[in-house]
C-alpha cells in the first residue's frame, strides 16, 4: 500500500485551465442498495456476530375428530457467525496543497475516501452472496439471457415471486446482451404513470430491476473457454449489512509539519442471511 504524505508538488498550479475534472472511479455501491442494514451492533461488545433463523415446522398434522394435536417446539438455529471488519484509508494535506491547489483538495479528498469504503463494502457484499453453497446457474458458454434467467427463476421453486425480488445484478459485460433481449425493458420506458424508479436501475426483467456492478465475480477465460461473469439474482433480506459503526470521518491537525490529515474508517459485518434467496447466473459476455 502507497504512504507518503500530499504536498504542493502533487497540486496542479492554476495558469490557465478549464474547470477541475474529479477523480474517476470505476463502480459504486450496487449490492448495499439490496442489502439489509442493521444497526443494532452499534455500541454493544463483541468481535463478532451471529445470524439466527428460526427453523420451520413440519407440514400440516392429518386430523380427524378423535385425533389430538401435538404441539411441535418452535426451534432456533444459530446459524452462521461473521466476523466485524474494519477498513479504511487517510490522506495528508500540507496547508501548501491547499493553499496553491487549482481546486479544493480537501472536499475532493472527503468525496474519494466516500467512494472507496463504499466500493469496498459492495465488493465484501458480493463475496458473501457468491459464498460457498450458494444456488448456481452454469451457462458459462452462453451470454445473458431471459432464457437464462427462467433458469434461474426455476431454482427458487414455488417460492419465486417478483414482488419477493430485490433485483437482479449483472456485470456490465453482461449488458449488451440483455439490452438485445426483446424481454427487457428498460428504464426510460417504466416512467409511464409516475413510476418511481430506484436509482442505478437500468430497466427490468420479467418485472424484477436490474442493476449494473463490476464487482460480481468475472472467471477469466483460458482460450477455451470464454470469460465468465456473474449475474445475482437476490431476493429480499437475504443479503445482512450490519454496522459496528457507521462510516467516521476524523481530521488531525499536525502541527509540526503544517498539514492536516483526513481519515475514514467503518466497522460492519457482511453475510448472506437466506441460502436460498440468491441465485448466480454464469454466463458469459456479450453476444
Known amino acids: 500500500m502507497a504512504t507518503g504524505t500530499t504536498t504542493s508538488a502533487q497540486m496542479l498550479v492554476p495558469e490557465v485551465w478549464a474547470d477541475m475534472v474529479q477523480a474517476k472511479f470505476k463502480g459504486s455501491m450496487v449490492l448495499g442498495t439490496l442489502a439489509v442494514?442493521?444497526?443494532?451492533?452499534?455500541?454493544?461488545?463483541?468481535?463478532?456476530?451471529d445470524f439466527p433463523k428460526w427453523r420451520a415446522l413440519g407440514e400440516a398434522d392429518e386430523l380427524d375428530e378423535n385425533t389430538p394435536l401435538v404441539p411441535e417446539p418452535l426451534g432456533t438455529d444459530?446459524?452462521?457467525?461473521a466476523t466485524i471488519k474494519e477498513i479504511g484509508k487517510a490522506v495528508n494535506l500540507t496547508d501548501k496543497s491547499?493553499?496553491?491547489?487549482f481546486g479544493d483538495p480537501y472536499a475532493e479528498a472527503q468525496r474519494q475516501l466516500g467512494v472507496l469504503i463504499a466500493r469496498r463494502i459492495d465488493r465484501?457484499?458480493?463475496?458473501?452472496a457468491e459464498a460457498p453453497g450458494v444456488i448456481t446457474v452454469d451457462a458459462a458458454t452462453k451470454p445473458l439471457s431471459w432464457d437464462v434467467m427462467v433458469d434461474g427463476i426455476q431454482r427458487f421453486?414455488?417460492?419465486?415471486?417478483?414482488?419477493?425480488?430485490a433485483g437482479i445484478v449483472i456485470?456490465?459485460?453482461q449488458r449488451a446482451s440483455l439490452l438485445k433481449d426483446p424481454n427487457f425493458i428498460s428504464a426510460d420506458k417504466l416512467g409511464a404513470g409516475n413510476a418511481v424508479i430506484p436509482r442505478g436501475v437500468i430497466g427490468k426483467v420479467g418485472d424484477v430491476n436490474v442493476l449494473v456492478s463490476d464487482r460480481v465475480t468475472t472467471t477469466p477465460g483460458d482460450g477455451k473457454t470464454p470469460t465468465a461473469y456473474n449475474a445475482l439474482m437476490v431476493k429480499h433480506g437475504s443479503l445482512g449489512l450490519l454496522y459496528k459503526r457507521r462510516p467516521?470521518?476524523?481530521?488531525?491537525?499536525?502541527?509540526?509539519?503544517?498539514s492536516t490529515v483526513l481519515t475514514t474508517t467503518v466497522h460492519y459485518a457482511t453475510h448472506r442471511l437466506d441460502d436460498e434467496g440468491i441465485v448466480v447466473l454464469k454466463t458469459a459476455g456479450a453476444a
Open 37 to 49: 442494514e442493521d444497526n443494532t451492533l452499534v455500541g454493544m461488545p463483541g468481535s463478532g456476530v
Open 248 to 258: 467516521l470521518v476524523e481530521t488531525d491537525r499536525v502541527v509540526l509539519a503544517r
Open 98 to 101: 491547499r493553499l496553491v491547489a
Open 78 to 81: 444459530k446459524g452462521a457467525r
Open 157 to 165: 421453486g414455488d417460492t419465486w415471486d417478483p414482488e419477493l425480488m
Open 124 to 128: 465484501d457484499l458480493t463475496a458473501a
Open 171 to 173: 456485470h456490465s459485460a
